[in-house]
């Protein structure tokens, strides 16, 4: 369970992220939540020593789950307190577990309490109630923390424990605090953990509020909150019967799925009424005069821009400028330590970050806002969603989502929208989690709520390219290279910028041993990482003992290398979830086999094209050259046409049809015969049948 993924700040929110939100009206101030544990008599319990609840005999005599009868554990009861000053919170979490049968042992055996950031898991106690009921302690030696990699390859931190003596019928219980920054003003709650909860109940004190006050909460994927106030400043909600949220790969985000609330306190009313229009004022009032070129900035642009007539070429003139001439301090690439970084004074305008040539994200987008103005363009500060924490819609979420911001430079009548902060991403792209979302463009009047276009498949390219040969026991020797673009070279930067070269070698080694266990490779390159004008690339050398296998005489050879070992993408035959891909994107694959002596292809008959409109598509093609001795297989693939991203359930057994098809295609296998002598042949093509 990850509360704090909700939470995570975009490297680029900006300081209206905080002020913006709380200025809605006045509505969502400064919020001071305390969340106690309640006992008998709903008494306030301090947090800072363990102190157990007695353990009721009904709860010892539970034979069977309550919420889902098909549950291996269920919780009791999870009780949260939490400490909250505004910007930093402490939240105290006591949860208690009924174990029913082995699997339930295993899964619930042991912990992983993940965090983000500079947050914090610290003050872990845990202990194991057996069904004779003795009573096992969790060491302090047992806990340690690590890195995890979850859904779609984030990397978070967890403070991972075992809980002792776990067996059917026992009843294990643990608490923990967790320190979270959340600079907003608003609080997240979680509604769902990745087991059916009997009970989840929340007490909420609030302090230095003028009353009357609105206690508000707007509430994910769960049914509505009913806050009961038991006196001045302290109400409290009870949750039953939760059903357990269980995770699948290829999801949607978990805040788009998952039962969760966002908790914030007013004194206005009438705040939903104005929330958007004051965010739209306080957002164009604020950088109003932050992108208004003086000087400087015109000189600049009419240098910039000298001998340029069009306005597509202008925009990506100024674009390249910013983007080569302005050191973006917020990225590794620059060479800016943390510490230097907190020396650095903020840039006061965008004449101050041409001076410097360095600044943050924020500066290099409104010098480009400027210099656009300055170039005659309509450029404005957007306000965007993320999509990879949640699917943002203004009619029924809160300002708080729009947690990034680029420019919207209009040209004609559409808007087009620039990052030229962002090293990694290309003109006329976003990073994928700001493409295919709702963006806010601020504006003197009313706000203008816009979609960002989503780039096609072909902006993002996965090339691979391998020179192999084969010896007559099936060892396969090579090169490869591979090359991404786009959206698959930017999201392969932002991972691989934060690792030394060792680690970088390492994960590359990783990646490849999962569908190639046997493989050696050495010889490692990685290019383009800290270069914006370059797209990212590795090659290597390989090694693969027994690629190809034998049968009889003949070898048998998957011509389809980079996909050789692969499990399908959906083994299952049933989700719950819809299914959810970043973006579109391609694949290209050129491989050479040059082919051991003696040995020649049998006649083969290729499988054919899968074509899905424009939508998708799966084609592979061989080709023997004229001496018999070189075997190239290209490949193409492409899925996403048509922004077709998200896939709702109903349609899973299609898409799962669609991709056991490529898989299918992909384990084409060709015959090696031995051959008395060299043949001599014309270059031949085998084709799709």
Same mark, same amino acid.
């Given at each position: 369970?990850?509360r704090?993924?909700?939470?995570?700040?975009?490297?680029?929110?900006?300081?209206?992220?905080?002020?913006?939100?709380?200025?809605?009206?006045?509505?969502?101030?400064?919020?001071?939540?305390?969340?106690?544990?309640?006992?008998?008599?709903?008494?306030?319990?301090?947090a800072? &020593?363990?102190?157990?609840?007695?353990?009721?005999?009904? $709860?010892?005599?539970?034979?069977?789950?309550?919420?889902?009868?098909?549950?291996?554990?269920?919780?009791?009861f999870?009780?949260?307190?939490?400490?909250?000053?505004?910007?930093?919170a402490?939240?105290?979490?006591?949860?208690?577990?009924?174990?029913f049968?082995?699997?339930?042992?295993?899964?619930?055996?042991?912990?992983?309490?993940?965090?983000?950031?500079?947050?914090?898991?610290?003050?872990?106690?845990?202990?194991?109630?057996?069904?004779?009921?003795?009573? @096992?302690?969790?060491?302090?030696?047992?806990?340690?923390?690590?890195?995890?990699?979850?859904?779609?390859?984030?990397?978070?931190?967890?403070?991972?424990f075992?809980?002792?003596?776990? $067996?059917?019928?026992?009843?294990?219980?643990?608490?923990?605090?967790?320190?979270?920054?959340?600079p907003?003003?608003?609080?997240?709650?979680?509604l769902?953990?990745?087991?059916?909860?009997?009970?989840? @109940?929340?007490?909420? &004190?609030?302090?230095?509020?003028?009353?009357?006050?609105?206690?508000?909460?707007?509430?994910?994927?769960?049914?509505?909150?009913?806050?009961?106030?038991e &006196?001045?400043?302290?109400?409290?909600?009870n949750?039953q019967?939760?059903?357990?949220?269980?995770?699948?790969?290829?999801?949607?985000? $978990?805040?788009?799925?998952?039962r969760?609330?966002?908790?914030?306190?007013?004194?206005?009313?009438?705040?939903?009424?104005?929330?958007?229009? $004051?965010?739209?004022?306080?957002?164009?009032?604020t950088?109003?005069?932050?992108?208004?070129?003086?000087?400087?900035v015109?000189?600049?642009?009419?240098?910039?821009?000298?001998?340029?007539?069009?306005?597509?070429?202008?925009?990506?003139?100024?674009?390249?400028?910013?983007?080569?001439?302005?050191?973006?301090i917020?990225?590794?690439?620059t060479?800016?330590t943390?510490?230097?970084?907190?020396?650095?004074?903020?840039?006061?305008?965008?004449?101050?970050?041409?001076? +410097?040539?360095?600044?943050?994200?924020?500066?290099?987008?409104?010098?480009?806002?400027?210099l656009?103005?300055?170039?005659?363009?309509?450029?404005?500060?957007?306000?965007?969603?993320?999509?990879?924490?949640?699917?943002?819609?203004?009619?029924?979420?809160?300002p708080?989502?729009?947690?990034?911001?680029n420019?919207?430079?209009?040209?004609?009548?559409?808007? +087009?929208?620039?990052?030229?902060?962002?090293?990694?991403?290309?003109?006329?792209?976003?990073?994928?989690?700001?493409?295919?979302?709702?963006?806010?463009i601020?504006?003197?009047?009313?706000?203008?709520?816009?979609?960002?276009?989503?780039?096609?498949?072909?902006?993002?390219?996965?090339?691979?390219?391998?020179?192999?040969?084969?010896?007559?026991?099936?060892?396969?020797?090579?090169?490869?290279?591979?090359?991404?673009?786009?959206h698959?070279?930017?999201?392969? &930067?932002?991972?691989y910028?934060?690792?030394?070269?060792l680690?970088?070698?390492?994960?590359?080694?990783?990646?490849?041993?999962?569908h190639?266990?046997?493989?050696?490779?050495?010889e490692?390159?990685?290019?383009?990482?800290?270069?914006?004008?370059?797209?990212?690339s590795?090659? !290597?050398?390989?090694?693969i003992?027994?690629?190809?296998?034998r049968?009889?005489?003949?070898?048998?050879?998957?011509?389809?290398?980079?996909?050789?070992?692969?499990?399908?993408?959906?083994?299952?035959?049933?989700?719950?979830?819809?299914?959810?891909?970043? !973006?579109?994107?391609?694949?290209?694959?050129?491989?050479?086999?040059?082919?051991?002596?003696?040995?020649?292809?049998?006649?083969?008959?290729l499988?054919?094209?899968?074509?899905?409109?424009?939508?998708?598509?799966?084609?592979?093609?061989?080709?023997?050259?004229?001496?018999? +001795?070189?075997?190239?297989?290209?490949?193409?693939?492409m899925?996403?046409?048509?922004?077709?991203?998200?896939?709702?359930?109903?349609?899973?057994?299609?898409?799962?049809?669609?991709?056991?098809?490529?898989?299918?295609?992909?384990?084409?296998?060709?015959?090696?015969?031995?051959?008395?002598?060299?043949?001599?042949?014309?270059?031949?093509?085998?084709?799709?049948?």
């Amino acid at each position: 369970m990850n509360r704090l993924i909700l939470l995570k700040a975009n490297r680029r929110a900006s300081a209206l992220g905080v002020n913006g939100v709380r200025k809605v009206n006045q509505a969502i101030v400064q919020l001071v939540v305390a969340l106690a544990f309640i006992s008998i008599g709903s008494k306030w319990v301090l947090a800072d &020593k363990v102190e157990w609840r007695p353990v009721g005999s009904e $709860e010892v005599a539970l034979k069977v789950p309550i919420v889902d009868k098909e549950a291996d554990a269920e919780a009791i009861f999870w009780d949260v307190q939490v400490d909250d000053n505004g910007s930093k919170a402490v939240l105290s979490h006591y949860l208690r577990v009924k174990v029913f049968n082995e699997r339930g042992r295993d899964s619930q055996s042991k912990i992983d309490l993940p965090y983000w950031g500079k947050d914090r898991i610290e003050n872990v106690a845990g202990r194991t109630i057996k069904a004779d009921g003795s009573i @096992q302690e969790l060491s302090s030696s047992a806990i340690f923390e690590r890195i995890v990699v979850r859904a779609r390859g984030v990397k978070i931190r967890v403070k991972s424990f075992a809980l002792p003596g776990v $067996e059917p019928g026992a009843i294990i219980e643990y608490r923990w605090q967790e320190q979270s920054h959340h600079p907003w003003g608003v609080l997240s709650l979680e509604l769902q953990r990745d087991l059916p909860i009997q009970r989840i @109940q929340y007490h909420l &004190k609030i302090s230095n509020f003028t009353w009357p006050i609105q206690l508000t909460a707007q509430v994910f994927n769960a049914p509505h909150i009913v806050w009961e106030q038991e &006196k001045k400043g302290i109400f409290r909600a009870n949750f039953q019967n939760v059903p357990a949220f269980h995770e699948e790969p290829l999801m949607p985000p $978990e805040a788009q799925v998952r039962r969760w609330a966002l908790v914030f306190a007013t004194n206005d009313l009438l705040w939903r009424s104005t929330m958007w229009a $004051e965010f739209n004022r306080t957002t164009y009032e604020t950088y109003k005069s932050k992108i208004k070129p003086n000087t400087d900035v015109r000189k600049v642009a009419a240098e910039v821009l000298a001998g340029v007539s069009t306005s597509d070429e202008k925009l990506q003139r100024l674009f390249e400028f910013c983007r080569s001439n302005i050191g973006n301090i917020e990225y590794k690439a620059t060479d800016v330590t943390s510490e230097r970084r907190e020396q650095l004074k903020p840039n006061k305008s965008p004449s101050e970050t041409l001076e +410097r040539k360095m600044g943050t994200s924020m500066d290099i987008d409104l010098l480009f806002a400027a210099l656009a103005t300055a170039a005659g363009f309509e450029a404005r500060v957007a306000r965007l969603g993320d999509r990879s924490q949640i699917f943002f819609n203004h009619e029924g979420h809160l300002p708080f989502f729009l947690r990034s911001f680029n420019i919207a430079v209009k040209m004609g009548t559409d808007w +087009r929208f620039f990052d030229p902060a962002n090293p990694h991403v290309s003109y006329g792209m976003l990073r994928w989690q700001e493409e295919g979302t709702e963006a806010m463009i601020s504006d003197p009047l009313q706000p203008i709520f816009i979609l960002t276009p989503l780039s096609p498949p072909q902006k993002s390219v996965r090339k691979h390219k391998a020179t192999l040969h084969l010896s007559t026991d099936g060892t396969l020797d090579g090169t490869v290279r591979v090359e991404y673009t786009g959206h698959c070279s930017a999201e392969s &930067k932002e991972v691989y910028e934060q690792e030394s070269q060792l680690q970088r070698e390492q994960a590359l080694r990783d990646q490849v041993k999962q569908h190639l266990p046997s493989a050696e490779i050495s010889e490692i390159q990685l290019d383009g990482i800290d270069d914006p004008a370059k797209p990212f690339s590795y090659s !290597y050398h390989i090694h693969i003992p027994e690629y190809a296998t034998r049968t009889g005489r003949r070898l048998i050879l998957q011509p389809a290398f980079f996909q050789h070992g692969r499990n399908p993408r959906f083994p299952v035959s049933e989700r719950k979830h819809s299914i959810y891909f970043d !973006y579109p994107w391609s694949e290209e694959d050129q491989v050479s086999f040059g082919l051991p002596p003696g040995f020649a292809v049998e006649t083969v008959q290729l499988p054919g094209d899968i074509n899905v409109g424009t939508n998708s598509h799966h084609h592979l093609e061989m080709t023997v050259a004229n001496d018999a +001795r070189t075997v190239q297989c290209r490949r193409s693939f492409m899925f996403g046409g048509e922004s077709a991203i998200l896939i709702p359930v109903d349609r899973y057994s299609l898409l799962k049809q669609f991709f056991d098809l490529v898989h299918e295609r992909d384990a084409f296998a060709v015959a090696l015969k031995p051959v008395a002598v060299p043949v001599q042949i014309s270059e031949q093509r085998l084709e799709n049948k």
